[in-house]
């Protein structure tokens, strides 16, 4: 029997493939990213990007590079200095994966704002490092009315800092670490019924009996539980632990009374806390439902929202409140034929749940007045099956941050003294200092002493303007953090890109859920701090 070789392509991403699929890499491939400035951290993004296999990204940048530059970006040799830095990062950048186009754009991010801001309607995404407070809150404006997600990056000394800012975030297959298996024991559907009720244990020989699945005999002694207990599952401890009971002492035993060696009564105990539980919608998932975007559907929604409608529609008149099964099962001691008979049940009901909602879909795509196969069947398919792992994230625009700060937030971090958080507020008064003598706390020689005296009193006058009158910022953070003199530290940069563009690629993926909406990195303690602000 001949077997195909994998394809080149397949070797490459193996591993990344295995994380987000072949959509999730076609989502990646069909990407374009907007660098704005080649700073250590930027190329460090743009570095992470390529290598998974981007599918092009441009760097825009009009400085020259200088010997700081090559001091802290491995992007950047020596022989670049004076050379356009855009140019020379791209250069080397590309040489990492020979599929990944690259661009540059030698011209100030201020011009191109001034004169063409629909430039940046093109990207998937922009990434903005070494940005003037001033350009930062003008290019994010535009990017946020045009609905393109915004990531700023910085690494300050020993601080990196990240903040996302997007209107809204779908994310379809979220990837939780913990979830429950899928299987309906408390309110079974009828193939799931007609399959068990095939089977009769007594009439079983000793082996058959050993390898007959848990989650069937969890369904019979389930029956047996609710016929004497008004037709409700076990809910708490003490009732979980006398249906425990009920399964262990139904393990058959030799003429000697001593148990047999039956795993799969064990496993059946062992899932009990587990799989017997309550079928229900998340309440996240029903916070989707009850969104004006899923009630007030238009030919304007998303692909997102219009199969969200379509789902509701689904649970709220042809499943009884229950999303569809999600029409796998996990793995477990049984013969081969039972576990592929019991695992076509479960597909087959999901197949059933798939082709109801595709029905709704279908009509809501009609009132809409778009084709009924408008969104793909595959599309359709994963969304069915991650329907309980639904995610909508709404972050804050720059600009809100700004002007309407959350002072509870601050408080509750700030109160500790330890907290990343004081690096926020150091970081704004940086740019402030910036805003006002053009050049950053600590970065001239002879400065750093009055320097200190002028960022204090910025955050003193940031805290007060955020209603919060005690000063939490300790002097000797503020004289610290002076001290980096804005210096980027290569292994700083390359820690915030590597987390950067591990944030980026789920937005890209639409898959997991990236942070909402700062995180703030202190390598002085190797810890960090993800805060909604």
Known sequence: ???????????????????????????LESAHVCLINASATGTEIVKNLVLPGIGAFTILDSKRVTPADVGANFFLPLESIGRSRAQSAVRLLTELNG??????????????????????????????????ESSLLTLAEVLWKASVPLLVARS???????????????????????????????????????????????????????????????????????????????KNYREKSDFKEMIRISIRRNEDGVPLD??????????????IIPTRIPSVVQAIFDDPKCVYISP????????????????????????????????MISSSDMYIQLSQVYQEQAREDIALVTSHLSSLLQSIGKPTNFIPEVEIKQFCRNSAFLRVLRYR?????????????????????????????????????????????????????S?????????????QRWGIAVQLIRDEQIAEFCRYG????????????????????????????????????????????????
Not at 1 to 26: C, F, I, N, V
Not at 424 to 441: E, N
Request: glycine content about 4%; proline content about 5%.
């Open 300 to 331: 304007e929604s998303s692909n997102f929202w219009l199969l969200a409608r379509a789902l509701r529609e689904f649970v709220t008149t042809e499943n009884d409140q229950k999303l569809p099964l999600r029409g796998s099962i996990p793995d």
């Open 262 to 275: 039956e795993e799969n009564f064990d496993e059946a105990i062992q899932n009990v806390n587990s799989v």
């Open 397 to 449: 625009s720059i600009a809100e941050e700004y002007e309407t700060p959350n002072p509870t937030n601050f408080v509750m971090h700030l109160e500790n003294q330890d907290s990343e958080m004081a690096y926020y507020v150091l970081l704004r008064a940086a740019d402030q200092f910036f805003s006002l003598y053009k050049f950053f706390p600590g970065s001239k020689d002879g400065a750093l002493e």
């Open 451 to 463: 320097d200190i005296v002028q960022v204090k009193s910025i955050v003193t006058s940031l805290l």
């Open 486 to 533: 804005a210096a980027e530290i290569h292994s700083v940069a390359a820690f915030v890109g590597g987390v950067a563009a591990q944030e980026v690629i789920k937005v890209i993926t639409c898959q997991f859920v990236p942070f909402n909406n700062t995180l703030i990195y202190s390598a002085v303690s190797s810890t960090t701090l993800t805060v909604e602000i």
């Open 99 to 132: 599929g990944v186009k690259g661009s540059f754009i030698d011209e100030e991010i201020e011009s191109i704002l001034a004169t063409d801001p629909n430039f940046f309607s093109q990207f998937s995404i922009v990434i903005a490092t070494e940005m003037q």
């Open 1 to 27: 029997m001949s077997m195909t070789a994998p394809s080149e392509k397949a070797t490459r991403y193996d591993r990344q493939l295995r994380l987000w699929g072949d959509h999730g890499q076609a989502a």
């Open 156 to 234: 300050y000394g020993l601080v990196g800092y990240l903040r996302f800012a997007l209107p809204d975030h779908e994310v379809v297959e979220s990837h939780p670490d913990n979830y429950h298996e899928d299987l309906r024991l408390d309110s079974p559907f009828p193939g799931l019924v007609k399959f068990v009720s095939s089977i009769n244990l007594d009439a079983l020989d000793d082996n058959k009996h050993a390898n007959v699945p848990y989650l069937v005999l969890l369904y019979k002694f389930l029956q047996k539980w609710k016929s004497s207990h008004d037709a409700a599952i076990p």
